[in-house]
């Protein structure tokens, strides 16, 4: 199994698939799941002759149950120790949700200042800041994201099967097509994390703020939301990112969910496509 050391001793697991002289993609996951999360993705882009590489973050799927480090700088850095290891050059790294933060975090902290980065691409993803501030009125209360910690400490199992069913995806709105194996396969992922790092998750992808980082990234970032989305809400997340980013695209998908890149692969994919290529 794949795996690198990070400096404060994590084993960090990655995939890496596709010729090593391919130009490279790095994806990065949602809480709480892993780099499965990207599968279609990833065998969409090897078809397409791209390197494609995805890492589990700590705490998350195969890397290591570690108490420590669950905050958006050590992401960032942990991603960064894949990079580096891989020697990934002239990249794209697209993250969803909190992986999003990630993304950003790794590409202003790390991949800018070590030339490593072609483009970024935000997805449903929660920069520049969940939680509501002083400077970002519009956003969630912190109960909201309380209640997700008490969800968590009582009955991870459930709450797992629940999001996934209900919110995540769309799947409680009238007329959605649900389909129980994308919810099961969402619950694998998340059970084989870390309750700790995922409660301790929680905190880093709500109320960390990423408006440095934003400002921050001087490469062409494709910034993707849909109007839909109940878990990060568009308006305060994707369409803020947009203005905050100094060379940024935005596309709004009406009706699209939080999962939307499971759902409506399709037409994400090509989108992301269009994107890499262009």
């Known amino acids: 199994m794949p795996t690198i050391t990070t400096q404060d001793g994590t084993e960090i697991f990655f995939k890496d698939w596709g010729a090593r002289d ?6 990065h996951h949602g809480w709480p799941l892993s780099s499965d999360d990207w599968d279609n993705q990833m065998l969409f882009f090897l078809a397409q002759g791209y390197r494609v590489i995805a890492h589990d973050r700590r705490g998350h799927g195969r890397s290591a149950q570690v108490d420590h480090g669950h905050d958006m700088a050590t992401y960032a850095a942990d991603a960064a120790a894949v990079a580096e290891h891989l020697d990934l050059r002239d990249a794209i790294h697209i993250g969803h949700s909190t992986g999003g933060g990630e ?4 590409v202003a902290r790390h991949g800018l200042p070590q030339g490593r980065v072609a483009k970024a691409v935000l997805v449903s993803a929660v920069p520049p800041i969940m939680v509501r501030t002083e400077r970002y009125p519009g ?18 199992a459930s709450f797992y099967r629940d999001l996934p069913a209900g919110p995540f995806y769309g799947f409680n709105r009238d007329g959605a097509e649900v389909k129980p194996a994308v919810v099961d396969n969402w619950w694998r992922q998340g059970m084989m994390g870390s309750a700790q790092a995922h409660y301790e998750g929680i905190k880093a992808f709500s109320e960390t703020d990423q408006t440095d980082d934003l400002r921050a990234i001087t490469v062409p970032t494709l910034v993707l939301h849909g109007d839909d989305d109940q878990i990060v809400p568009y308006r305060n997340a994707g369409v803020l990112s947009a203005e905050l980013l100094p ?8 009706g699209y969910s939080h999962g939307m890149l499971t759902v409506n692969h399709e037409v994400l994919n090509a989108d992301l496509l269009a994107f890499v290529r262009g």
């Open 103 to 106: 993304v950003a975090a790794y």
């Open 22 to 27: 391919a130009q490279p993609i790095m994806f």
């Open 247 to 254: 060379d940024a695209t935005l596309k709004i998908y009406p």
């Open 139 to 156: 956003g969630l209360p912190i109960e909201v994201f309380d209640g997700l910690r008490a969800a968590l400490a009582a009955d991870r």
